[in-house]
DNA sequence: TTTCTAACA
DNA sequence: TGTTAGGA
Protein backbone atom coordinates (compact mmCIF):
# COMPACT_ATOMS: atom_id res chain seq x y z
CA UNK A 1 0.00 0.00 0.00
CA UNK A 2 2.38 2.80 -1.31
CA UNK A 3 1.23 6.05 -1.12
CA UNK A 4 3.04 7.93 -3.54
CA UNK A 5 0.96 10.12 -5.14
CA UNK A 6 -1.14 12.29 -3.14
CA UNK A 7 -0.48 12.17 0.65
CA UNK A 8 -3.30 12.44 3.01
CA UNK A 9 -7.23 12.86 1.97
CA UNK A 10 -8.08 9.84 2.58
CA UNK A 11 -9.85 8.81 5.70
CA UNK A 12 -10.10 4.92 6.61
CA UNK A 13 -11.41 6.09 9.83
CA UNK A 14 -14.06 8.26 11.47
CA UNK A 15 -11.10 9.40 13.66
CA UNK A 16 -9.24 10.90 10.84
CA UNK A 17 -12.46 12.86 10.05
CA UNK A 18 -11.40 16.81 9.94
CA UNK A 19 -14.01 19.27 10.11
CA UNK A 20 -13.53 22.66 9.36
CA UNK A 21 -15.48 25.85 11.03
CA UNK A 22 -18.00 25.99 8.49
CA UNK A 23 -19.25 23.21 8.44
CA UNK A 24 -18.71 22.24 12.42
CA UNK A 25 -21.73 25.45 12.15
CA UNK A 26 -23.68 24.50 10.00
CA UNK A 27 -24.39 20.72 11.95
CA UNK A 28 -24.01 21.82 15.49
CA UNK A 29 -25.92 24.92 14.85
CA UNK A 30 -23.57 26.98 16.85
CA UNK A 31 -22.11 29.93 15.46
CA UNK A 32 -18.03 30.48 14.81
CA UNK A 33 -18.17 33.21 17.25
CA UNK A 34 -19.17 30.95 19.81
CA UNK A 35 -16.52 28.39 18.47
CA UNK A 36 -13.55 30.19 18.99
CA UNK A 37 -14.84 31.59 22.28
CA UNK A 38 -15.35 28.19 23.61
CA UNK A 39 -11.77 27.55 22.57
CA UNK A 40 -10.41 30.64 24.25
CA UNK A 41 -11.96 29.56 27.35
CA UNK A 42 -10.79 25.91 27.10
CA UNK A 43 -13.85 24.35 26.66
CA UNK A 44 -12.68 22.53 23.56
CA UNK A 45 -10.23 22.43 21.42
CA UNK A 46 -9.25 22.45 17.72
CA UNK A 47 -6.44 20.17 16.24
CA UNK A 48 -3.31 21.83 16.21
CA UNK A 49 -1.70 23.31 13.91
CA UNK A 50 0.00 26.74 14.62
CA UNK A 51 -1.77 29.41 15.99
CA UNK A 52 -3.66 32.05 13.75
CA UNK A 53 -4.28 28.81 11.33
CA UNK A 54 -7.52 27.63 10.06
CA UNK A 55 -8.99 25.60 13.02
CA UNK A 56 -10.17 22.07 12.46
CA UNK A 57 -11.79 19.94 14.78
CA UNK A 58 -11.99 15.98 15.13
CA UNK A 59 -14.93 13.51 15.27
CA UNK A 60 -15.07 13.89 19.32
CA UNK A 61 -15.06 17.91 19.54
CA UNK A 62 -17.77 17.89 17.04
CA UNK A 63 -19.52 15.57 19.26
CA UNK A 64 -18.82 17.60 22.40
CA UNK A 65 -19.95 20.82 20.74
CA UNK A 66 -22.91 19.24 19.60
CA UNK A 67 -23.58 17.92 23.44
CA UNK A 68 -23.24 21.28 24.88
CA UNK A 69 -25.25 23.08 22.30
CA UNK A 70 -28.05 20.98 23.63
CA UNK A 71 -27.38 21.53 27.08
CA UNK A 72 -27.16 25.19 25.73
CA UNK A 73 -30.60 25.15 25.02
CA UNK A 74 -32.05 22.99 27.28
CA UNK A 75 -31.20 26.72 29.43
CA UNK A 76 -27.55 25.73 30.76
CA UNK A 77 -25.14 28.16 30.97
CA UNK A 78 -22.07 27.68 29.03
CA UNK A 79 -20.29 26.79 32.25
CA UNK A 80 -23.14 24.67 33.64
CA UNK A 81 -23.23 22.76 29.80
CA UNK A 82 -19.37 22.16 29.33
CA UNK A 83 -19.67 20.54 33.01
CA UNK A 84 -22.73 18.22 31.87
CA UNK A 85 -21.52 17.32 28.75
CA UNK A 86 -18.39 16.49 30.14
CA UNK A 87 -19.70 14.55 33.17
CA UNK A 88 -22.05 12.71 30.26
CA UNK A 89 -18.85 12.02 28.58
CA UNK A 90 -17.10 10.15 31.72
CA UNK A 91 -20.01 8.39 32.63
CA UNK A 92 -21.16 6.82 29.28
CA UNK A 93 -17.01 5.94 28.93
CA UNK A 94 -17.82 3.87 32.19
CA UNK A 95 -20.76 2.26 30.73
CA UNK A 96 -19.45 1.35 27.53
CA UNK A 97 -16.49 -0.30 29.57
CA UNK A 98 -18.83 -2.43 31.34
CA UNK A 99 -21.22 -3.49 28.31
CA UNK A 100 -17.99 -4.26 26.32
CA UNK A 101 -17.15 -6.77 29.88
CA UNK A 102 -20.16 -8.08 30.29
CA UNK A 103 -21.91 -8.62 27.19
CA UNK A 104 -22.21 -11.45 26.24
CA UNK A 105 -24.32 -11.67 23.22
CA UNK A 106 -28.00 -10.19 22.18
CA UNK A 107 -31.17 -12.49 21.22
CA UNK A 108 -33.54 -10.04 18.74
CA UNK A 109 -37.05 -10.91 20.10
CA UNK A 110 -38.99 -8.68 17.98
CA UNK A 111 -36.94 -7.39 14.68
CA UNK A 112 -39.83 -4.73 13.53
CA UNK A 113 -39.89 -3.29 17.23
CA UNK A 114 -36.48 -3.93 18.19
CA UNK A 115 -37.22 -5.89 20.89
CA UNK A 116 -34.75 -8.35 22.82
CA UNK A 117 -32.88 -10.15 25.32
CA UNK A 118 -29.01 -9.54 26.54
CA UNK A 119 -26.77 -12.14 28.31
CA UNK A 120 -25.41 -10.61 30.84
CA UNK A 121 -23.54 -13.19 31.90
CA UNK A 122 -23.70 -15.10 35.64
CA UNK A 123 -24.01 -13.73 38.88
CA UNK A 124 -23.94 -16.78 41.98
CA UNK A 125 -25.12 -19.64 39.52
CA UNK A 126 -27.61 -17.73 37.76
CA UNK A 127 -27.64 -16.27 34.60
CA UNK A 128 -28.80 -12.87 34.14
CA UNK A 129 -30.52 -10.96 30.93
CA UNK A 130 -31.95 -7.76 29.97
CA UNK A 131 -35.00 -7.46 28.52
CA UNK A 132 -36.39 -5.20 26.32
CA UNK A 133 -39.69 -5.66 25.58
CA UNK A 134 -43.42 -4.04 24.90
CA UNK A 135 -43.00 -3.09 28.98
CA UNK A 136 -39.97 -1.35 28.52
CA UNK A 137 -36.93 -3.13 30.27
CA UNK A 138 -36.04 -4.90 33.07
CA UNK A 139 -33.65 -7.79 34.39
CA UNK A 140 -34.61 -11.56 34.77
CA UNK A 141 -32.67 -14.19 36.22
CA UNK A 142 -32.35 -17.47 33.96
CA UNK A 143 -31.56 -20.83 34.79
CA UNK A 144 -27.42 -21.97 35.83
C1' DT B 1 -14.80 32.47 -0.58
C1' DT B 2 -13.74 31.25 3.95
C1' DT B 3 -11.62 32.08 8.19
C1' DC B 4 -8.55 34.80 11.19
C1' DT B 5 -8.05 38.39 15.27
C1' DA B 6 -9.36 42.43 17.54
C1' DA B 7 -12.45 45.78 18.78
C1' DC B 8 -16.85 48.49 19.11
C1' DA B 9 -22.25 53.11 17.20
C1' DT C 1 -23.34 37.92 21.79
C1' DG C 2 -23.48 40.32 17.21
C1' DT C 3 -21.03 42.52 13.98
C1' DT C 4 -17.39 44.68 11.37
C1' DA C 5 -12.71 45.93 9.71
C1' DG C 6 -8.76 44.45 7.39
C1' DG C 7 -5.66 40.49 6.29
C1' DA C 8 -4.21 35.87 4.97
Known amino acids: MKETKHKMHKPHFIHDIRIGIGDMCKITGV ?33 KVGSIKVFIDEGYTLAKAVEKSELREKEMAIIRKFMAANMHGVEITDEEKLYGQLDLGQCEGKKIYGVVDENGSHLEFGEG
Do not use: F, H, P
Not at 48 to 61: C, F, G, I, L, Q
Open 31 to 63: TGRQLRYWEERGYIKSLADEKNSVRKYSWEMLY
